[in-house]
């Protein structure tokens, strides 16, 4: 039988009705799902930013390492330190403080002080005594302290050497003159008195009476008178020697006065260091000397007598000296020695010179000190 068609027409509608109820349906559906879902959820409501919100979010998130033995391992994920806020110019973001670093106390700043180099000072005094010395015999005794007194500060050898020869200038005007200087500590006029002897005076002010012969220009202690004005000095002397340079310094008490080369002990033979004193009753103007290698005794009178003009005996106080004896100051039939080391061990000067020194150093009471 045939169909009628307007009945497949009809048929064909309700069909495309169904069709399209069920588009519908799925339209909203589909709408429906968006807007409940996560992603209609992002978009219409806000973020939670709080700190328990972080703080759970942090909880709930684990990175998956691989598998391992069939054991997979969760770890949490690493602090991030937040970078400080680098901004050039515009205003800063804040940042969120991190804490000071400990760091040490700074050092002081140090402050700046000249650097005086040694014989700087020494130098300042040379130059202050050489315009003190111009100034004539009112500056003498002023120039004469501020020479001593550098002359114990440490300088250079030729800066020595300035030193002491304008001091030994110096001690041709204060001490070898007949005239006092005014104020002068270690220097005055003596009276003569009815009985005195030159001999006594020096016993006095602790000097042999031979420097006050040669101060006062005195030819014979004899022609000594009452009434008459000398000039008198403040013993005693003393005397210091350095092996380095083959010198010895003479000094009245403290204060220098000359240097005089001199020759000393040779190798096996030297002369002993530290403090020795002129022994009482041991100057001599010639005394006989035993060789103690060769057992040989000498006479003054011998044409191959050792010891030149003038003995003093010398008794050891301290040091490598102490406890020695059979060492002294004389002088030398042989003055090319002189300034080497070729003694026994006692200090040999040239025959004039010894003179000098004889002529200052006292019995019991000088000093002698050898030093390097």
Not at 165 to 189: F, H
Not at 321 to 343: L, N, V, Y
Request: aromatic residues 6%.
């Amino acid at each position: 039988m045939a169909r009628h068609p307007n009945g497949a027409r009809a048929g064909q509608k309700a069909r495309n009705r169904t069709y399209t109820i069920v588009a519908v349906v799925l339209i909203v559906g589909a709408l429906i799902a968006f807007y409940y879902g996560p992603f209609g959820k992002n978009e219409a409501e806000p973020i939670d930013v709080s700190e328990t919100s972080l703080e759970s979010d942090a909880n709930d998130v684990a990175a998956v390492e691989p598998e391992v033995n069939g054991i997979i391992t969760l770890t949490p994920p690493e602090e991030v330190t937040p970078e400080p806020n680098l901004a050039v110019s515009g205003e800063a973001e804040p940042t969120i403080p991190l804490p000071e670093p400990n760091l040490p106390e700074p050092a002081p700043i140090p402050v700046s002080v000249p650097v005086v180099q040694p014989g700087d000072e020494a130098a300042a005094m040379i130059a202050s005594a050489e315009t003190l010395m111009n100034q004539g015999s009112g500056g003498i005794l002023a120039a004469r302290e501020k020479l001593n007194e550098a002359l114990r500060m440490p300088m250079s050898p030729q800066q020595r050497s300035d030193v002491i020869t304008r001091l030994s200038k110096l001690s041709e005007q204060w001490l070898y003159g007949r005239t006092v200087l005014p104020n002068d500590p270690i220097c005055e006029s003596y009276m003569v008195r009815s009985g005195d002897r030159l001999a006594v005076i020096g016993d006095k002010y602790k000097v042999p009476y031979e420097i006050l012969m040669e101060i006062n220009h005195i030819s014979d202690p004899r022609s000594l008178q009452a009434g008459a004005t000398i000039k008198v000095v403040k013993g005693p002397f003393h005397a210091k020697v350095h092996r380095s340079t083959f010198t010895m310094d003479v000094y009245l008490q403290t204060t220098y006065v000359r240097s005089y080369s001199v020759g000393l002990g040779k190798p096996g033979y030297d002369t002993p260091t530290g403090l020795w004193r002129v022994r009482p009753g041991g100057k001599a103007y010639a005394t006989s000397w035993r060789d103690p290698d060769s057992g040989i005794v000498y006479q003054p009178e011998d044409p191959d007598y050792p010891l030149g003009s003038r003995w003093i005996a010398l008794d050891g106080l301290s040091g490598e000296a102490k406890g020695r004896d059979g060492f002294g100051i004389h002088g030398t039939k042989e003055p090319e020695q002189i300034g080497k080391a070729g003694s026994r061990g006692c200090i040999r000067m040239y025959n004039g010179e010894v003179i000098q020194v004889y002529n200052m150093l006292v019995e019991g009471l000088s000093r002698i000190e050898v030093v390097d």
